[in-house]
């Protein structure tokens, strides 16, 4: 297992995400982000792609990529919930604990609270909770509802010093076998509230 301390004694594990999984998907990792879809995703991860990281890590966090300004916040939030409901990812309650999940707001009008507010209501409603993706010059003008998750691509793996930050991606398009991933540092706190594979 990949462990980390960074400044502040906040425990975490690795964690990768990408457009498309990698085949073979890559070692050394405890969670992946799997792109669950919404109308500015690239690629809605398959089957096979979600089993595959599903084989190499402990946890899964599912991504949805809307357009906010764009899209009808109500039915994004009622497509991510079909989405979780058609993959078996257990609500809170049927998990005994908490079970997020991640929107990537960096997308059509952001930042846009109202909008992201109407979409988590929905999935909150539905039993989950809710993590907001974004750059720092966005990110923080959101309400943080269940935490942050931050893009912030040094290529050292650090955690963002930010109240309520619970994840911080540092690294873009790096080579690895079978394509290009993205690192993150995971708190452990958020790793062990996260669907496990």
Not at 82 to 106: F, I, R, Y
Request: glycine share 8%; with cysteine; hydrophobic share 40%.
């Amino acid at each position: 297992m990949s462990v980390f301390w960074v400044p502040g004694l906040v425990h975490c594990v690795q964690s990768f995400d990408a457009a498309h999984c990698p085949d073979p998907a890559p070692t050394g990792y405890e969670g992946a982000l799997v792109y669950a879809g919404g109308s500015s995703a690239t690629h809605a991860w398959t089957a096979a792609e979600i089993a595959r990281a599903a084989g190499v890590v402990k946890w899964l966090l599912p991504v949805w990529v809307p357009t906010p300004g764009t899209d009808d916040p109500v039915t994004a939030g009622r497509d991510f919930v079909a989405w979780l409901k058609a993959h078996n990812v257990p609500t809170s309650t049927e998990a005994g604990h908490q079970v997020h999940l991640l929107w990537d707001l960096e997308t059509g009008t952001e930042p846009d609270a109202a909008w992201a507010d109407q979409a988590c209501r929905v999935t909150t409603k539905a039993g989950w909770y809710n993590l907001i993706y974004g750059s720092l010059s966005v990110i923080f003008q959101q309400p943080v509802r269940n935490g942050y998750f931050v893009a912030d691509p040094t290529g050292q793996p650090h955690m963002y010093e930010h109240q309520d930050v619970k994840a911080t991606q540092y690294a873009f398009n790096v080579k690895v076998r079978g394509g290009v991933i993205d690192q993150s540092l995971v708190s452990v706190e958020l790793a062990n509230q996260m669907w496990r594979a």
